[in-house]
């Protein structure tokens, strides 16, 4: 059963009230790395790609050092990752595509993005937000289920799930909603067990099979 209006209001309102401005866990140094770690992090953990990425990001911050660097060079530094050997190529293509068709800046644009190899509207919507200050909402696995198990914005879908939380999200949560719904995911509202006892909105969530003890 969906949540309704002033349900999602205080759902919201207590996520923002614990963390008034969630950030992304990913390390990056600018726009570029951003965009490339947001790549790289698709069926991998944060931490994991921090990890690879820690000594990269030192040397290699833009589209040039990229392809200087190389795919052997990239692949090297990335290997601890999975499907790294697909991802290098499409980090050295999309750095390529930078220089060619945005004089080597990241574009503020969902369809010049999603234009670039690797890169799909989830990680299209995370660097719009977290680089420019979009309000999008970039739907993962987390948010997929935190958004059906809670009420919130019940979908079949990653793309109907973002459609209904665009609708749903109090405009004034909206810019920093889909980090806030990561977290919860991530740490409170598991996937095989949530933690309910620890949940700030179980009151609110509509998930019958709350668990009693963490």
Known sequence: MPMKKPQIEAFFRRLSDALPVPETELKYINTYTLLVAVVLSAQATDVGVNKATEKLFKTVDTPQKMLKLGEAGLTQHIKTIGLYRNKAKNVMALS???????????????????ALPGVGRKTA?????VAFGEPTIAVDTHIFRVS???GLAPGKDVLAVELKLE???PPAYRLHAHHWLILHGRYVCK????????????????????????
């Open 96 to 114: 390529r595509l930078l220089i060619e068709r945005h004089g080597g800046e990241v574009p503020r644009d969902r369809e010049a993005l999603q």
């Open 125 to 129: 919507n995370v660097v719009l937000n």
């Open 148 to 150: 059906n198990r809670t």
């Open 167 to 169: 609708k749903v999200v």
């Open 191 to 214: 996937a095989r067990k949530p933690d309910c006892p620890a949940c700030r909105v179980a009151d609110l969530c509509q998930f019958k099979a709350k668990t009693t003890v963490a």
